[in-house]
């Protein structure tokens, strides 16, 4: 099974969760307010970020961030856990083509599912922290209009991000993620260094739309009773 | 009938430009060498390019930059290079016009390359001199003279099949030769050539027929004259 045949089937299944989920907690959302503490059990959040690279790696060395865009969704499975997919893009000038290799601009698309906490430490401020599960990305790197060459990796993400709740269902927020995508470039024994992993920060701002309700596993509970 | 015509314009526009390219995935290579002069000594900032040919249309295609760099301070270089599948995967070596140029061919769509590496261990790109040749009758008794100049051409090119050259199809600072007869009509001739400096000018001469004498000179001097009265 190829890593985005599992994406493929996890963004099915949280579409799946999605749809047979949130009808039903429409009908609990009154009387969960009756409690003091609110939950959510699913966030939308679409973001722009500015990647940094970083390190003694190809990206490091050879690139320079250009902006990019993310969409993620969380969906809460137990009280502040929840696991999300994130999709969106990384847009890169070629800092030094002696590094990379002569190509102009690369494009990484990404792809993955993490798990994460999210905490209140102020009234209207939360407090998340990520990480992912599996992951995929796929350069796309311009030669020309019509000249491009790709490769692939497998990331990992590592992140936290910062929210202000404007109303209960908008929020802003400001995040950080530290990426380290493992390639599958196939280089010299002397390069393998440089090729092996590509690292970067990404720093970004976004608006999210969540949902108060029971999380996941809660409302599985509620059902039984 | 207008709408067809644009359709067809269209359809052979898609043709023409449409078509995308794409390298190697995954892939980097690496090509590594040393550039040295006649003298052996090293060539710095000498711009080392790997190329290959690439369909730019269905008419024709260009040669495209893969990867390039700049020999360093002991005439070294590395250059980090995308691959695509040619049957004339090049690198070229070029310092400026006072020096030769060297190009390395492979076939990279017959041939794997043996730990995505290509060294090309040592070049040798040398200073190019100019010879300019006088030739004169001064005796008055006409005679006839012939003579061939035999010199080294400045360009080297060198196709390998994996590590194996293949000489049918390489050449490197070749021989070549400017030969001519003066007689009566004709008492004088001159003219310039180029070729490496420090290589060896074979001049053979025969006046009236006599018996061939041949004389070697060393270029010692980017602009080497030569001059020979009979």
């Known amino acids: 099974m190829t890593l985005r045949s599992i994406f493929r089937k996890g963004i099915f299944f949280l579409l799946l969760v999605l749809g047979s989920f949130s009808f039903s907690q429409e009908m609990e959302v009154a009387t969960d307010s009756l409690e003091t503490k609110k939950y959510r059990y699913i966030s939308y ?3 722009y970020n500015n990647p940094i690279p970083t390190g003694d790696n190809f990206i490091g060395q050879g690139l320079e961030g250009n902006g990019g865009f993310n969409f993620k969704v969380q969906i809460y499975v137990y009280k502040d856990f929840f696991v999300g997919v994130s999709v969106g893009a990384s847009y890169f000038n070629v800092a030094d083509q ?15 599912l993490y798990v994460g906490y999210e905490f209140e430490p102020l009234l209207d401020f939360y407090l998340g922290l990520t990480a992912s599960i599996i992951g995929s990305s796929r350069y796309k790197n311009t030669i020309s209009e019509s000249i491009f060459q790709r490769d692939s990796a497998r990331l990992m993400s590592y992140g936290a991000y910062f929210v202000y709740e404007i109303v209960d269902e908008i929020q802003v927020y400001l995040d950080y ?16 260094s440089i090729f092996k992993k590509g690292k970067f920060h990404q720093i ?14 809660t409302s599985l509970f509620k059902k039984k009773k | 009938m207008l709408f067809s015509r644009i359709i067809t314009i269209c359809c052979f526009t898609a043709l023409v430009y449409g078509c995308e390219v794409n390298l190697e995935p995954d892939t980097r290579i690496l090509v590594s060498g040393q550039v040295l002069d006649e003298v052996n000594q090293p060539v710095t900032q000498a ?3 790997v190329t290959s040919r690439i369909a730019t249309s269905i008419f024709g295609e260009d040669d495209l930059i893969l990867g390039s760099g700049l020999t360093d301070d002991s ?22 016009e006072d020096f030769t140029s060297y190009t390395y061919f492979t076939d990279t769509a017959a041939n794997e390359l043996d730990d995505l590496e290509i060294n090309l261990g040592e070049v040798s790109l ?23 100049l035999k010199y080294n051409d400045i360009e080297c090119i060198e196709f390998f099949n994996g590590e194996i050259i293949d000489m049918n199809n390489s050449f490197c600072f070749q021989q070549v030769q400017i030969s001519q007869v003066l007689e009566t009509t004709v008492t004088s001739t001159n003219g310039m050539f180029l070729t490496p400096l420090l290589s060896e000018i074979e001049f053979t001469y025969s006046i009236n027929n006599q018996s061939p004498i041949t004389e070697i000179f060393v270029v010692n001097d980017t602009s080497y004259d030569f001059t020979f009265n009979f």
């Not at chain 1, 002696?98 to 993955?112: D, F, L």
């Not at chain 1, 993620?177 to 390069?191: A, C, F, G, S």
């Not at chain 2, 070294?76 to 070596?93: G, P, W």
Request: charged share 25%; proline share 1%; hydrophobic share 35%.
């Open chain 1, 45 to 47: 959040a679409l973001g």
């Open chain 1, 98 to 112: 002696i590094v990379v290799g002569n190509y102009n601009k690369t494009r990484i698309a990404e792809e993955y």
């Open chain 1, 177 to 192: 993620n530290y990426r380290i995508d493992r390639t599958k470039i196939d280089v010299p024994n002397t390069l393998e």
């Open chain 2, 47 to 49: 711009q080392v390019e």
């Open chain 2, 126 to 148: 040398k200073r190019i001199a100019t010879v300019s040749f006088n030739i004169n009758e001064t005796s008055d008794t006409g005679n006839t003279l012939n003579f061939t």
């Open chain 1, 204 to 217: 970004g701002i976004g608006i999210r739309c969540s949902f108060i309700g029971d999380n996941f596993i």
């Open chain 2, 75 to 96: 005439g070294s270089f590395n250059v980090v290079s995308l691959l695509e599948r040619d049957d004339e995967f090049a690198v070229r070596v070029n310092k400026n």
